[in-house]
T-cell receptor
């Protein structure tokens, strides 16, 4: 997972609190994305970005906000945390050209109580 | 609606034998498929991929087979080694790049000595 760095690794939030999960990559990848993984389910796409200044929604975007001001960084914001957002969050990046694959960070474990 | 399905939550194989992990998909727009391996408390790591223009791709002990008419792909690992014990995720993308991946639920592979 070299190259994609997520912080924090663990976080406990109270319902209604806001927080930002940080993600940075040093591979000059155009594409970055956020996924969440819940028990018994595969990873689901929250938001993605194909370049600085461009973001779009994935499969499960509600309750999350993103921005892409630089190529390197793609923070994920929880505006008002809910227990349903308790999950493991993975940031990923890749080149956008054909045939390339996505590289994932190590994950951020979030618990909302 | 689960577009990518891994119907076996777990699989146990003896060391040295072949491991076969299966994956089915429903969306005909998928044309790039990947397998990821995940250890506990780590992010998924890319294993092998296949484009829809191929029916087989090999990389060392790992081979992926694609049957487009059946919308089915499989991952073969031979010979299986103890270090192969992990959760394996099948993923699909509607483009030739690996953006906007749709994941299966995962199969936990255990290699027994």
């Amino acid at each position: 997972n070299a190259g994609v760095t997520q912080t924090p690794k663990f976080q406990v939030l109270k319902t209604g609190q806001s927080m930002t999960l940080q993600c940075a990559q040093d591979m000059n990848h155009e594409y970055m994305s956020w996924y969440r993984q819940d028990p018994g389910m595969g990873l689901r796409l929250i938001h993605y970005s194909v370049g600085a200044g461009i973001t779009d929604q994935g499969e499960v975007p509600n309750g999350y906000n993103v921005s892409r001001s630089t190529t390197e960084d793609f923070p994920l914001r929880l505006l008002s945390a809910a227990p349903s957002q308790t999950s493991v969050y993975f940031c990923a990046s890749s080149y956008t050209k054909s045939g390339n694959t996505i590289y994932f960070g190590e994950g951020s474990w979030l618990t909302v109580v | 609606d689960q577009q990518v399905k891994q119907n076996s939550p777990s699989l146990s194989v003896q060391e040295g034998r072949i491991s076969i992990l299966n994956c089915d998909y429903t969306n005909s727009m998928f044309d790039y498929f990947l397998w990821y391996k995940k250890y506990p408390a780590e992010g998924p790591t890319f294993l092998i991929s296949i484009s829809s223009i191929k029916d087989k791709n090999e990389d060392g002990r790992f081979t992926v087979f694609l049957n487009k008419s059946a919308k089915h792909l499989s991952l073969h690992i031979v010979p299986s080694q103890p270090g192969d014990s992990a959760v394996y995720f099948c993923a699909a993308s509607p483009g030739q790049g690996a953006q906007k991946l749709v994941f299966g639920q995962g199969t936990r592979l255990t290699i027994n000595p």
